[in-house]
């Protein structure tokens, strides 16, 4: 793999996997201040929009420079990238005050939407409750499109160091002021339990601002050894318009859109229809709620931690495999989509198979003991690797130029989740939630593969023998892990959480020892990491 593809994806999958251990840990404290178990439901109402909107706001422009930038520059041209970044950041502030202040205005309508009535018209939480919360989150708008373009900027240069530190800081922040917010509100001044989850997604704001502070700062810093550097190519510059350039870009945006609206519009329809559909069944609307919220808040949470090194990739590969593309170096790009795809699966996989094995312990790690949220997670734990594999999958689409198949696996993908949703849920409960997910997905990504092999010239044959590899490793790394926690659980109980905690974590590094002998004995390793893979194994002298 190539160093700077590796050193981007390694230094966004640890800030982005900080972040995902920062989202979850908040959670033990967070639990505990509001007592609730309904104020999760509340508090993540507000957020399945705002992730719509936001996808909206910023219209796939951040990923769209980094794109373009990285062509241009590929092409000898500094000036060009400046520019659509200085006008970049005009369009962003103007479509985030405008997202905005739709979401505000139509917030009672996105309430009334998504909360659950049961046949009676009862509901746990009021339309105006959910409305005070969407509100608040969506003051975040107005910052968050800026700070993404700034964040493209800098992956468009291959400098992923600015994006890792500031959303490192983002969630800090937000994690911080919404625990004390909080507290202060419910403790100290004795308010509601809606004032006190409308400050806690306020909190979005507040870390947009500090992350935006940092990304600028770093920006100015920066600008003068650029400038410098980009001196020799100065005079190269071409005479392309600023418009004509806007209509290429966002010709290719909306496709980022959908990229980036995929997970939420997914979640979107599970909350709108998951509900309905079990009360249809009989379900009260308590129990209603009490499944959807260990499908679309709780494992949700969890199942996103493994798809942290596809959001790195996403990033890292995007103006890697353009600037391959655009020179013509497709033996490179090859290359470079073999190691992404084989070291992908060679850590999510394992990662999801585990995931499920303990599912109960890291269940009542973070959310308290529950054999239903555990069985829940233990189903909705392959799917990460769907996701992981649909983001890497659009991304190269972008990079190869055949974005428009992203909009359109998107659109079939979600297709196939409204059809089955209703008959699986019927079948299978809650569970056919999940089912009709992935059947989304896998279509939606056998579009992508379809595309990728036709128009890049690329085969997976290698990346498929090897993937079968990695699941039959995995299969007896599950069976270990699961004997292991089996005996643990003689002495052991997932009911107390730092009992579980320890059976989580025993668990983890049993598989690890596992799955990583297994992988240097049949030479996985070796073949997935190249000579690194070898120096590891022969560090642990496993011949």
Request: net charge positive; glycine share 4%.
């Given at each position: 793999m190539g160093s700077n593809l590796l050193r981007g994806t390694f230094i966004l999958s640890v800030a982005t996997l900080i972040s995902k251990i920062l989202g979850l840990i908040y959670i033990i404290p967070f639990t505990a201040i509001v007592k609730n178990n309904d104020a999760m439901s509340l508090y993540n109402y507000g957020y399945i929009p705002y992730q719509i909107f936001l996808s909206v706001a910023t219209a796939g422009l951040p990923l769209a420079v980094a794109k373009y930038i990285s062509k241009y520059e590929a092409l000898g041209d500094y000036e060009i990238g400046q520019r659509l970044f200085k006008s970049g950041l005009v369009v962003m502030t103007l479509t985030g005050v405008a997202s905005f202040v739709l979401m505000y205005v139509f917030a009672p309508q996105f309430a009334h939407m998504v909360n659950p009535v049961d046949?009676?018209?009862l509901t746990v939480w009021s339309d105006n409750d959910i409305t005070r919360v969407i509100r608040a989150v969506s003051w975040a708008l107005i910052i968050i499109p800026s700070m993404s373009l700034i964040r493209g900027y800098f992956q468009g240069k291959g400098s992923m160091g600015p994006s890792a530190v500031s959303q490192v800081i983002e969630q800090f922040v937000r994690i911080i002021f919404m625990l004390v917010a909080t507290f202060l509100v419910l403790y100290t001044?004795?308010?509601?339990?809606?004032?006190?989850?409308?400050?806690?997604?306020?909190?979005?704001?507040?870390?947009?601002?500090?992350?935006?502070?940092?990304?600028?700062v770093m920006y100015y810093k920066r600008k003068p050894y650029e400038e410098k550097a980009a001196i020799p190519v100065q005079q190269s510059r071409s005479k392309v318009s600023l418009i004509s350039i806007y209509k290429e870009v966002l010709v290719y945006a909306i496709p980022f859109i959908a990229i980036g609206v995929?997970?939420?519009?997914?979640?979107?329809?599970?909350?709108?229809?998951?509900?309905?559909?079990?009360?249809?069944?009989?379900?009260?609307?308590?129990?209603?709620?009490y499944w959807f919220n260990f499908?679309?808040?709780?494992?949700?949470?969890?199942?996103?931690?493994?798809?942290?090194?596809?959001?790195?990739?996403?990033?890292a590969l995007l103006p890697v495999v353009t600037t391959s593309y655009v020179q013509g170096k497709?033996?490179?790009?090859?290359?470079?989509?073999?190691?992404?795809?084989?070291?992908?699966?060679?850590?999510?996989i394992p990662a999801c198979i585990g995931m499920m094995v303990l599912a109960r312990p890291i269940y009542s790690v973070f959310f308290g003991d529950s054999a239903d949220g555990a069985t829940v997670l233990f189903w909705y734990s392959p799917v990460a690797i769907l996701f992981s594999l649909y983001m890497v999958t659009t991304a190269i689409l972008q990079g190869i130029d055949q974005q428009r198949y992203t909009v359109f696996s998107l659109v079939l993908g979600l297709f196939i989740k409204v059809v089955t949703q209703y008959p699986l849920i019927e079948l299978w409960g809650i569970y056919g939630a999940i089912a009709s997910t992935a059947l989304g997905f896998i279509v939606g990504i056998w579009v992508t593969l379809v595309v990728i092999q036709r128009d890049a010239d690329y085969h997976l044959a290698v990346v498929i023998r090897r993937t079968v590899l990695m699941l039959l490793i995995s299969a007896a790394m599950f069976a270990g892990v699961w004997l292991v926690n089996y005996l643990m659980g003689f002495m052991f109980t997932?009911?107390?959480?730092?009992?579980?905690?320890?059976?989580?974590?025993?668990?983890?590094?049993?598989?690890m020892l596992i799955y990583g002998y297994l992988s240097m004995k049949s030479r996985l390793i070796d073949r997935v990491l190249g000579e690194r893979g070898t120096r590891i194994r022969m560090k642990f002298r496993v011949k």
């Open positions: 046949a009676k018209g001044f004795n308010g509601s339990m809606v004032t006190a989850i409308s400050y806690a997604t306020f909190a979005a704001f507040v870390a947009a601002v500090a992350s935006l502070v940092v990304l600028i995929a997970m939420p519009v997914y979640q979107m329809i599970d909350q709108y229809t998951v509900t309905r559909i079990l009360q249809h069944m009989s379900y009260s609307a308590k129990e209603a709620l499908l679309n808040f709780n494992a949700n949470k969890l199942v996103l931690i493994p798809v942290t090194l596809a959001t790195a990739f996403s990033m497709f033996k490179e790009m090859h290359k470079q989509l073999d190691d992404v795809f084989q070291v992908l699966m060679f850590v999510t997932p009911k107390n959480r730092g009992e579980a905690l320890l059976m989580t974590s025993v668990g983890a590094v049993i598989g």
